[in-house]
């Protein structure tokens, strides 16, 4: 029987695709970004063993909060890594017509990680930031796995949504806008682009863990400071 590892689930979340979803939290990241609020999804090894029967028990007992355009959304963590697990999730979840949305990062393509982008029906991409060099500040790699997730996206036409955290003095320049815009350009699958503010809530977990995050001290993102840099997304993405 197929098992994965499962981080935790969130009921009747509004924010992770389109209507009402469960959020299934998938075990273990690679990334180690210096804004994460889930560190504890990072180790691998952590996580509750779970098969696939029980996710799926757990996904049909909420299904009458889905309503008409709800479902499951597979978020991390990062759900890639345990992308043949995800993949057999999306395809019960298909066959009993329960929309999937997949919120990745991205991982450098994969026969197990296409099937599971095939076979969810919305991919929601993080993408951290268009340069190489300025992911890798954050990630400690080139954001290769975004860029053919990215691309892959287009090529299957994918419905895709966007995400971009802004973070102050990191990323919070129009400069950094531009270049995410150019990324998405030629990719109309995108049906969204947001910017999301950076926030302090995960910074407890950090010093649970006994890391400091890089952007410790840094204050949060304000709507007074990211509704403008959202205005250049979107004329961006409009010319
Ligand atoms: S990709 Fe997401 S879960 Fe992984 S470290 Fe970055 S913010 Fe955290």
């Not at 499951?72 to 999306?90: D, K, Y």
């Not at 973070?167 to 806008?177: A, H, L």
Request: charge should be negative.
């Amino acid at each position: 029987m197929t098992t994965g590892r499962i981080h935790s689930y969130e009921t009747l979340g509004g924010l992770d695709g389109p209507g009402m979803r469960l959020v299934v939290f998938l075990q273990g990241c690679p990334l180690r970004c210096g804004y994460c609020h889930n560190p504890d999804t990072w180790d691998v090894h952590g996580g509750t063993e779970t098969t696939a029967d029980e996710v799926m028990r757990r996904i049909r007992r909420s299904r009458p909060y889905f309503g008409k355009q709800g479902g499951v959304t597979f978020s991390g963590g990062e759900p890639l890594l345990q992308a043949e697990f995800v993949a057999e999730l999306a395809a019960v979840c298909a066959s009993e017509g329960i929309h999937t949305a997949l919120d990745t990062a991205g991982l450098p393509l994969s026969p197990a990680v296409e099937r599971a982008l095939s076979v969810c029906q919305l991919v929601i991409l993080d993408v951290k930031h268009a340069d190489p060099a300025r992911y890798r500040e954050l990630t400690g790699v080139d954001g290769r796995g975004m860029r053919e997730v990215l691309d892959y996206t287009a090529r299957a036409r994918k419905p895709t949504w966007i995400r971009q955290v802004v973070v102050p003095g990191w990323n919070d320049r129009p400069e950094d806008v531009r270049a995410l815009a150019a990324l998405l350009a030629g990719h109309p699958c995108c049906e969204r682009a947001e910017l999301l503010p950076y926030h302090t809530m995960g910074c407890g977990k950090w010093q649970a863990l006994g890391c400091i995050s890089p952007f410790a001290g840094t204050p949060p993102m304000t709507a007074e400071k990211l509704g403008p840099l959202q205005q250049i997304l979107d004329e961006a993405l409009c010319q």
